[in-house]
T-cell receptor
C-alpha cells in the first residue's frame, strides 16, 4: 500500500520558471490538500479539494494553482516561481465523509527557488 | 476563523521524564483536536486525537486532555524515549473559514536526551 506519493522529492528552480508538484493517493479519499511548511510557521494550507472536480483556497493560495481531474491526483502548479516560495510542500488526503477528518500526509517535496 | 496557538516551540527533556505541549484554540464550535508527529525528513503522522465529548484520552505513553471551557488541549508524553524526538503539531478544524479544514499550530520540536 503506497498511501500518498509526491514527486519530485526535491527540486532547485530558477525564479520565473513554471513548476508542477505531483501528488497521487491510492486510498480513494475524497479530500486532498496542499500545505507548505516553513520554519517557525508550521503547516499552512495552500489549496484543498473536497471532491474530484472542485477546489478551494486555503490560507496562502497566492502564486499557486491546483486542479482535481480525478480522485487520485492533485497537482500543485507554481506559474512563475519566486524565492519566497522556497519551502517544503506536503500533500495530504482524508475521507471527508468522516466528521473527524484524519489527514494522511505524503513524504514532502523540498523546493528551492533561486 | 479558527486560530491555534502552540507552546512551547522547543522542548528538551531527559529520557524517562515527561513532556507536555499545550495548544489553545479560538472557535468554540471546534469539536476535534488531533496531534501529529513529524519525524525528520518525513510527513506528519496522526498519533492521537480527542473529540469534544471527552476530557481525556490515553494511548500507552501518550495522552491528550481537553478543556473546552478554557479552549485548550494538551499532549502528555510519559517516560520519554529518544525515539519520541520529533516535531509535534496540534490542530483544530476551521469551520468558519475553509469548511472544517484543519488549522495547525506552529509546532513544538521535542528533543529527548539519552
Amino acid at each position: 500500500i503506497a498511501g500518498i506519493t509526491q514527486a519530485p522529492t526535491s527540486q532547485i528552480l530558477a525564479a520565473g520558471r513554471r513548476m508542477t508538484l505531483r501528488c497521487t493517493q491510492d486510498m480513494r479519499h475524497n479530500a486532498m490538500y496542499w500545505y507548505r511548511q516553513d520554519l517557525g510557521l508550521g503547516l499552512r494550507l495552500i489549496h484543498y479539494s473536497n471532491t474530484a472536480g472542485t477546489t478551494g483556497k486555503g490560507e496562502v493560495p497566492d502564486g499557486y494553482s491546483v486542479s482535481r481531474a480525478n480522485t487520485d491526483d492533485f497537482p500543485l502548479t507554481l506559474a512563475s516561481a519566486v524565492p519566497s516560495q522556497t519551502s517544503v510542500y506536503f500533500c495530504a488526503s482524508s475521507d471527508k465523509s468522516s466528521p473527524y477528518n484524519e489527514q494522511f500526509f505524503g513524504p514532502g517535496t523540498r523546493l528551492t527557488v533561486l | 476563523g479558527e486560530n491555534v496557538e502552540q507552546h512551547p516551540s522547543t522542548l528538551s527533556v531527559q529520557e524517562g521524564d515527561s513532556a507536555v505541549i499545550k495548544c489553545t484554540y479560538s472557535d468554540s464550535a471546534s469539536n476535534y483536536f488531533p496531534w501529529y508527529k513529524q519525524e525528520l525528513g518525513k510527513g506528519p503522522q496522526l498519533i492521537i486525537d480527542i473529540r469534544s465529548n471527552v476530557g481525556e484520552k490515553k494511548d500507552q505513553r501518550i495522552a491528550v486532555t481537553l478543556n473546552k471551557t478554557a479552549k485548550h488541549f494538551s499532549l502528555h508524553i510519559t517516560e520519554t524515549q529518544p525515539e519520541d524526538s520529533a516535531v509535534y503539531f496540534c490542530a483544530a478544524p476551521n469551520y468558519g473559514g475553509s469548511q472544517g479544514n484543519l488549522i495547525f499550530g506552529k509546532g513544538t520540536k521535542l528533543s529527548v536526551k539519552p
